[in-house]
Structures are given as C-alpha cells and as structure tokens.
C-alpha cells in the first residue's frame, strides 16, 4: 500500500508500482478546466487519482491491459473520494473502442525501445514499447482528442526527438517540454505536452534532487499536495 495525502494505493496485483514518473506527470498535467479524462495504461490509477485530487468533476476512464492491475486500479478508485468519476476499463488500448473524445488525455506509457525484453512477462508488458508502439499510441490519441484538447506523456529523455517527430506526422505539435533531472545535470525523463494546434514551445528544467541526495525545493514544492510525508523532514 502506497499513501499519497488523500487517497492510497494498493498495488500487491501490479506488475508496475507506484514510481517517481507517475508522482512527476500526475503533479504537472494540469486538470483543473478538464471535464473529461483518458488515462492510458492507467495500471494502479495513480495518476488518474492524483488529477481528481485537484479536479474533483473531472470524468476519468482509465484503460489498463493488465486483469491484475486493473483489480488493483479499481480497488483504488472505489476507495477514494472521487470513486462516482473515475472508471477502469480492462482493454488493450489500441484494440479498444469508443465515439467518445476527451480534452486531456495522460499516459505513463511503456517506453523502453531497444532494451532487452524482462523475462517476466507482465514487467515486460508495463515497460516495453513493442507492447504499445508510439506511432500507434499517436494515431489513436489523434482520433480521441478534441479540437483543443492535451495529451501528456512521460519518456526517457534519449527519445525526446523521436517522440516529437512522431507526434508531429501525426499533426500533434509539442506545445511544453518539461525536462526532469534526476540529480543537477543528468537528465532523465521529459514530460511533454502535445497540442493539435501549434503553440509557442514553453520548455522547463525540474531536478529531483540535489548533489547530496536531498529533495529538491522545486519537487517538494511541486508534489507537497500528494506526498503524505513531510519531504523537508526526509532530508534532515
């Protein structure tokens, strides 16, 4: 059991647990002027919860292929404050069907290219883009975003090119790059924001933590309202 500050996370099903790129692409994506949400490879509904937190209205369908996850996804929601919002569908996302649009659309997607498959299947299916292959992933969010709608995602920072390329043949134009160091100078992650209308490029740099291993001001102040502990404390 994870405890974030207003809801908790079981993940004993999960083939991937509760993790630092969930807590930064949950803090980020802005929800607050959403009415309707897809969340894509939703596994525990971390991030789902966390953009309830701060939209209580906000309609969420989580779409999660994995049957263990989803229990554990579905769990949580039923448990939390915002259950009457939020929906798990058990669904491979790009076999799945629906007329509906959504104005913002978030994923934490398998992301890993070239590495070597896990021998553990389910791992292998929550971390690998063969899996869920970004040109696909593209296509489809193309289709079930509106007019003025946001899709975000998190990727290895190596991808950032690649990733962009690819939204852009699928008319998505990379309107916020937020790029994430996991300590000063070593960047890691990049969350990215795809609009269908090109927008001037707002691009940001968030460090983790610091050369001795504290958290930084700039990710306690970020992620204070989800954190159940007090990260100032951690780091005395």
């Not at 994870?2 to 930064?24: C, E, H, I, P, R």
């Not at 001037?200 to 933590?209: A, G, Y």
């Not at 930084?216 to 989800?226: A, G, H, R, W």
Request: charged residues 15%; glycine residues 4%; proline residues 3%.
């Amino acid at each position: 059991m994870f405890q974030f500050k207003y809801f908790s996370v079981q993940q004993a099903n999960s083939a991937l647990k509760v993790g630092t790129d969930a807590m930064l692409l949950g803090a980020f994506v802005s929800s607050e002027n959403a009415k309707s949400c897809l969340d894509i490879g939703a596994g525990t509904g971390v991030i789902s919860l966390m953009l309830a937190q701060k939209n209580p209205a906000l309609e969420v369908t989580a779409i999660e292929i994995d049957a263990a996850s989803t229990i554990d996804c579905r769990v949580n929601f039923a448990n939390s404050n915002w259950s009457k919002n939020l929906a798990c569908i058990e669904a491979d996302f790009l076999k799945w069907h629906s007329d509906l649009q959504f104005d913002l659309i978030v994923s934490n997607p398998p992301f890993y290219q070239n590495s070597l498959l896990s021998n553990n299947a389910l791992t292998a299916q929550s971390k690998h883009a063969v899996f869920l292959p970004f040109d696909q992933l593209f296509e489809k969010v193309t289709r079930l975003l509106v007019e003025n709608g946001v899709f975000w995602m998190i990727i290895p920072i190596e991808d950032l090119h690649f990733v962009c390329q690819l939204a852009l043949l699928n008319n998505l134009f990379c309107c916020q790059q937020i790029i994430i160091e996991a300590k000063p100078g070593k960047n890691v992650r990049a969350i990215l924001a795809f609009r269908k209308n090109e927008q001037h490029l707002i691009v940001q740099t968030i460090c983790i933590r610091a050369e001795n291993g504290n958290y930084t001001s700039q990710y306690i102040e970020l992620t204070k309202e989800f954190h159940s502990k007090n990260l100032h404390e951690q780091n005395k």
